[in-house]
């Protein structure tokens, strides 16, 4: 059994936006060398999401409309008693736990797979400052 770790950096200038990551953890998946395994994609930030769906830009907006229903944007002390604490971010956090932390996916021959038309993103809930995500293949 081994492992191979990488960290993705995303610095995303909007305070929300989804980025398709599948090539990049695809390369990963390669690189690491293991050819049967799983792969565990993981945001390391309690604002940000990893989700598989479809690449699909009506989907994408229907998530940032539907996220904004869910929890609007107020950063004022009276609207969220998170931001009493002198943060500004509001409603992320419930985004980010109602939309996925982590992503993952099993290796076959050195080859990420998803589900048919399936890709993989992160979700950037509260952007503006760089973000990590972890990319762990595990495998033989």
């Not at 769906?53 to 229903?69: C, F, I, Q, V």
């Not at 982590?102 to 973000?131: I, M, N, S, V």
Request: some cysteine; charged content about 30%.
């Amino acid at each position: 059994m081994q492992s191979y770790t990488v960290y993705l950096t995303r610095n995303i200038p909007d305070r929300r936006d989804f980025v398709n990551i599948t090539d990049e953890v695809a390369d990963a998946v390669r690189d690491s060398g293991i050819c049967e395994g799983l792969c565990l994609v993981n945001a390391m930030h309690i604002t940000a999401s990893v989700f598989v769906n479809d690449d699909e830009p009506g989907l994408h907006a229907d998530y940032k409309r539907w996220l904004e229903k869910l929890a609007p944007h107020d950063p004022s002390p009276q609207a969220y008693q998170h931001n009493r604490t002198g943060e500004d971010n509001d409603g992320r956090s419930p985004h980010a736990a109602d939309h996925g932390a982590r992503g993952g996916g099993c290796g076959h021959r050195r080859q990420a797979r998803l589900r048919p038309l399936g890709a993989l993103f992160y979700g950037e809930l509260d952007g503006r400052r760089p973000k990590r995500v972890l990319v762990k293949v595990i495998g033989e």
